[in-house]
């Protein structure tokens, strides 16, 4: 079913769901807009997940919001402007440029994620893989670094970039949120927000933007602690796991897990990494992917991002084909360990006893009426030399008779152990990182969603994301009927808001059309008998059945559809339409 994914793209340009950015002007590659029904949707989403990941987490979660201009230091700290690369290749005779690892993927069918440019050179040459476009002589692959850069202000020094990541703004606030969360870990810093990456080749419409939104959480836990995550929030997930080992030796073995087994087997290096994945799960499914077509794929380390320790990547199966739609890392203390260095800041916590500790400690101690003796030249590099050494060096340096300018260190240093009353220790925190991409979830959600009936297209979207909940539609043109359908519709938006949309253009059936294309889960329809006896039909989106009810009871009908029951439990049947 190929062409599903085609007559998507059709559908989500003819309905305002999304389209090439730009299109008078032939588009830009990687760039999208989202439309009136789009943007809904995609709102919807994000609250469903700030609602999934925050509000069901406020215990320990709260979220913040950072800039997209970001300093040349921070992403030179954060290992950006080093690691931040995709490999290209580009054809000797038209010039054209691809992404390297993608080329080989087409011809060969074999992952090469992750591998160096050596690699890739070896793979083409052994393949002899030619340029796609003229057939001509692949050059050797180079690195291409990802990030959009700019100036910050006037001045063409002060470069920054657009970008790449939410985490960075997370990892650099980390403190001032700590401090002003009352100092307690675990704690979840959660940001929504754009982010801007140079794609070498974008496709695939929402699937790989230049541009796009990121709901991510950067997760700072005590790496020591043996608090557990509330496992009971999510006990009931199974989770689809493709574990590092099999995928070495080529093995699509895919198994699964209750979320208790990820830890208790090893199977994640951390219990908040399974708890986060179960929730990822969890979020998932209310999108309306079912459960069996949703695993995780351990990445092995080759393929890891250049601050991971482990991940984990998302993947949901769509018509065959596979698409991430999140990536679950653990960061370890590699980004406060690295801004700490580059900032000169300190980005510890204190962790507090149970009850104080003596612990012995060893102690340097300057013999001040012998250094005074000596020149200022000499006391200068004793000095540095007891700034740069640790106490262990010093103490080994002692040991064997270090001597400065022949005079031994022995009578300037000493070394001497105390015992001290100890009250907690400084610790860098480690991070696990849950990532997603808002643009990415809307297209997998309406392609998931996406179904044909009777030669007509529905848009079978959870009701929860669905642009609209209700329509309301007159079954005429009649001034009675339109003033009627008004009544009703504005006695909807008390409840429902702009959750409501009223259509009076076209016959019945075109209306009940636009409304499955867009996913509208009921439509109301003011007809003659409306008039008479003051009831309304509701008609299902998915069904196409339809009830009648009185209008009083409307609302109450209506939430109790939201709530999962049964649309003829509810009403009197309606005979059944050929629509």
């Known amino acids: 079913m190929a062409d599903i994914f085609d007559k998507v793209i059709e559908l989500a340009k003819r309905r305002g769901i999304f389209w090439p950015s730009y299109e008078i002007y032939g588009g830009v590659g990687g760039l999208y807009d989202l439309g009136p029904v789009g943007v809904r949707i995609k709102n919807n989403i994000v609250n469903l997940w700030r609602r ?99 100036t910050i202000g006037p001045y063409s020094e002060n470069i920054g970039f657009m970008r790449p990541e939410t985490a960075q703004g997370m990892f650099t606030a980390f403190k001032r949120v700590y401090t002003a969360w009352r100092e307690r870990l675990p704690l979840g810093i959660a940001q929504i927000g754009r982010v801007a990456r140079n794609e070498i080749s974008p496709r695939q419409g929402l699937l790989r933007l230049r541009e796009f939104t990121i709901m991510e959480i950067e997760f700072f836990i005590d790496p020591n602690s043996n608090q557990m995550p509330p496992m009971e929030r999510v006990r009931d997930q199974k989770l689809n796991v493709w ?92 980004d406060l360990s690295r801004h700490s260095k580059f900032s000169g800041q300190d980005l510890t916590v204190f962790k507090k006893y149970e009850s104080p500790k003596i612990v012995k400690k060893k102690t340097v101690i300057i013999n001040n009426v012998n250094l005074n003796k000596e020149n200022k030249e000499f006391v200068k590099k004793v000095m540095e030399l007891v700034k740069q050494k640790s106490i262990d060096e010093l103490q080994n340096m002692l040991k064997e008779g270090y001597k400065i300018d022949d005079k031994a260190l022995s009578n300037y240093v000493s070394i001497v152990e105390r015992e001290e ?108 008998r409306t008039l008479s006896d003051n009831t309304v039909t509701i008609r299902d989106r998915d069904t196409w059945n339809q009830i009648r009810v009185p209008i009083e009871k409307l609302n109450d009908i209506l939430d109790k559809l939201f709530r999962g029951e049964s649309l003829n439990n509810l009403g009197e049947p309606v005979r059944e339409s050929n629509e």
């Open 421 to 528: 009353k100890v009250f907690g220790e400084k610790i860098i925190p480690h991070v696990v990182e849950p990532s997603f991409g808002a643009e990415r979830l809307v297209y997998v959600s309406v392609t998931n969603s996406y179904r044909e009936k009777k030669d007509r297209i529905i848009l079978s979207l959870p009701k929860e994301i669905a642009p609209f909940k209700v329509a309301v539609f007159p079954l005429l043109e009649r001034e009675d009927m339109l003033k009627k359908a008004q009544e009703v519709y504005n006695m909807l938006k008390v409840s429902y808001r702009d959750d409501v949309i009223y259509d009076d253009v076209g016959s019945i059936g075109k209306r009940y059309a636009r409304a499955d294309e867009i996913g509208i889960p009921y439509s109301i329809t003011i007809d003659s």
């Open 243 to 334: 574990r590092a080992e099999y995928k070495a030796k080529g093995e699509h073995k895919i198994e699964q897990f209750s979320v208790e087994e990820l830890v208790s087997e090893k199977i994640v290096i951390n219990p908040w990494m399974a708890y986060w994945m179960a929730t990822a799960n969890k979020f998932v499914t209310m999108l309306g992917i079912p459960s069996d077509k949703i695993y995780f794929e351990e990445k092995l380390p080759h393929e890891r991002a250049h601050y991971s320790s482990q991940t984990f990547d998302q993947i949901v199966t769509i018509y065959d084909e596979r698409i991430e739609v999140s990536g679950h890392a653990y960061r370890s203390d590699y």
């Open 52 to 150: 999934v990941f925050i509000g069901e987490n406020s215990d320990f979660v709260v979220e913040i919001e950072t800039p997209i201009i970001t300093p040349y230091k921070v992403l030179e700290a954060s290992g950006h402007l080093e690691h931040f690369t995709d490999p290209i290749v580009e054809c000797s005779k038209c010039h054209r440029v691809y992404r390297a690892d993608q080329l080989i993927e087409e011809v060969t069918k074999k992952s090469v994620e992750g591998l160096p440019p050596e690699e890739l050179d070896k793979i083409i040459k052994e393949n002899s893989i030619k340029c796609p476009s003229c057939g001509g002589e692949l050059e050797n692959v180079k690195l291409f670094n990802l990030l959009f850069k700019t």
